[in-house]
């Protein structure tokens, strides 16, 4: 018998879990939220306009997971503080998060984190439907209280400007969302 001479075999990591996979997947998905904001529809009656940005949002929680997910979101945030005009109309900066529109933006870390912890790995659509209309409940309700808070009105106000425009609006985004996660967790199971 050999002493000290213990066989060792090494194990290659897999690319598709290491740091670099996930640093990579989190910064696509910040610049999806980016594209997001190139889609955009202002209404008339509020600062704050109708964009594609939610979609990929949550689609970023349930894609990579509750803490990619958030960090996604934060790096996002990152890019529009450093003074890239990357929020909604081309808008940068911390007046831009403190703006009528920076409670929708400040959500969106909590938002992807919630969506991710919901829809997890699940093969069922309604499910997943839940965990993105849930995922939206903190984008609504901290938008439409900074959009109160900024334009000074009172909550029906701010409710009319900043919650009753979107509900449907985020209900066919989580839809949406809801299809893809869904199709994409039945053709690649895991």
Not at 142 to 167: H, I, R, S
Request: hydrophobic share 50%; glycine share 12%.
């Amino acid at each position: 018998m050999l002493y000290g001479t213990k066989t060792q075999v090494v194990k290659l990591e897999n690319p598709t879990t290491g740091l670099m996979h996930d640093v990579l997947m989190v910064l696509l998905f910040s610049v999806l939220s980016i594209v997001g904001t190139w889609i955009a529809f202002p209404l008339p009656f509020t600062p704050v306009p109708i964009t594609l940005q939610t979609f990929f949002v949550l689609l970023t929680g349930a894609m990579l997971g509750p803490s990619r997910g958030a960090m996604s979101q934060v790096v996002y945030l990152g890019y529009g503080l450093s003074g890239l005009p990357v929020f909604a109309g081309g808008l940068a900066g911390l007046p831009a998060l403190l703006g009528p529109t920076g409670g929708y933006l400040l959500a969106f870390p909590i938002a992807s984190f919630i969506t991710g912890m919901v829809t997890s790995r699940h093969k069922n659509f309604y499910l997943n439907l839940g965990g993105f209309f849930l995922g939206s409940v903190p984008i609504l309700f901290l938008g439409t209280l900074q959009v109160k808070v900024v334009t000074g009105v009172d909550v029906e106000e701010a409710m009319t400007m900043g919650l009753f425009p979107f509900f449907a609006g985020d209900f066919i985004k989580s839809c949406l969302a809801a299809v893809v996660f869904t199709a994409k967790n039945r053709l690649f199971k895991k």
